[in-house]
């Protein structure tokens, strides 16, 4: 579980090539599909199209951006 519960979606900071789709908060199994499409979304079109998932973003916490933890995405 991410810090703000709210899953990772994209790029890992710091490292070449590796992505990241995972922190769902124990809603992984129900998101899993929708998070797939994205990510694959992600790494062939170099962004999601589907959704916006800037909010999702792995870097966020270190940014010190991390989701409001009652916000619904």
């Known amino acids: 579980m991410s810090p ?4 990772l979606l994209g790029l890992a900071p710091n490292v070449k090539n590796f992505y990241l789709v995972n922190g769902s908060s124990g809603h992984g199994v129900m998101h899993a599909p ?13 962004k999601a199209s589907t959704l916006d998932t800037h909010s999702l973003r792995p870097a966020r916490f270190a940014e010190g951006q991390p989701n409001d933890a009652s916000e619904l995405l």
């Not at 703000?4 to 899953?7: P, S, V």
Request: aromatic share 0%; no cysteine; hydrophobic share 55%.
């Open 4 to 7: 703000d519960k709210h899953a």
């Open 34 to 46: 929708a998070l797939g499409q994205l990510l694959a979304e992600i790494i062939l079109d170099g």
